[in-house]
């Protein structure tokens, strides 16, 4: 007898966790502001949904350095300044550097032809839904994480791929930030393929040096633009 049906589900579980993901999202593409006071009442009337599993999904995210709770002030999504773009840089740097680099040295076909693949699939993708300027590709974007992703999942440590997931998280808010200005002026193919082809030819330096130099463009770009840090 099949008795799975008659366990009790937790629809206050169920319910916050769809709504961490929901509120994930709409941090990470900036539909949140930094800053931003985030009130039970605003965020139960958007949702759609209780208090318990708002207050529940913002416990989730202040976890995740998303949301911030301000002593008895209540949540505000996670400001953001030029110091922790830095250091955000920098420690995706060094973790994703040692983890292509665990990654080349115990390259087998399957990861080298993941890491063949992924580029081609996001080769293929346009980076902008529209011509005439940019209109974010949820595809493009997907495919993009996968291709980094795949970069360092032969590294041998799930752990370290998961300190790298979280900083990723982290830097894509600040990257949708100031998009519309990067869009132009980055040929982000040709920073792709020179990774690409640096681990086809097994060479770990060259392979890290361009993987370096590409999130370092990507924090040039924002730390220039006045949108996202106006002159003080």
Same mark, same amino acid.
């Given at each position: 007898m099949d008795t799975t049906a008659a366990l009790p589900i937790d629809l206050g579980v169920t319910q916050a966790s769809s709504l961490c993901d929901r509120l994930r999202t709409d941090l990470l593409e900036g539909r949140l502001r930094p800053g931003q006071k985030l009130q039970l009442k605003f965020l139960m009337e958007t949702y759609q949904v209780g208090q318990t599993p708002v207050r529940e999904a913002l416990n989730r995210l202040a976890s995740e350095g998303l949301v911030a709770l301000r002593d008895q002030r209540g949540f505000t999504v996670t400001g953001i300044? !030029? %110091? *922790? +773009? /830095?250091? +955000? #840089?920098? #420690? /995706?740097?060094? !973790?994703?550097? /040692? @983890? !292509?680099? *665990? &990654?080349?040295?115990?390259?087998?076909? @399957?990861? *080298? *032809?993941?890491?063949?693949? @992924?580029?081609?699939? !996001? &080769?293929? #993708? /346009?980076?902008?839904?529209? %011509? @005439?300027? +940019? %209109?974010s590709n949820p595809e493009w974007e997907r495919l993009h994480r996968l291709f980094h992703r795949q970069l360092i999942l032969g590294c041998g440590s799930r752990w370290l791929v998961g300190y790298i997931d979280q900083q990723v998280d982290l830097l894509y808010r600040y990257r949708q930030l100031s998009a519309r200005k990067a869009f132009p002026t980055r040929n982000l193919y040709e920073e792709h393929e020179a990774i690409v082809r640096a681990v086809v030819d097994g060479d770990a330096d060259r392979a890290v040096a361009r993987l370096m130099a590409h999130f370092q463009a990507s924090a040039d770009v924002i730390l220039a633009d006045p949108t996202v840090f106006p002159a003080s």
């Open positions: 300044s !030029l %110091d *922790e +773009l /830095r250091e +955000l #840089t920098r #420690t /995706r740097s060094w !973790l994703e550097e /040692r @983890a !292509l680099r *665990e &990654s080349m040295k115990s390259a087998s076909p @399957a990861w *080298e *032809e993941g890491v063949v693949l @992924a580029w081609h699939r !996001l &080769s293929k #993708t /346009r980076r902008s839904l529209s %011509d @005439a300027g +940019l %209109d």
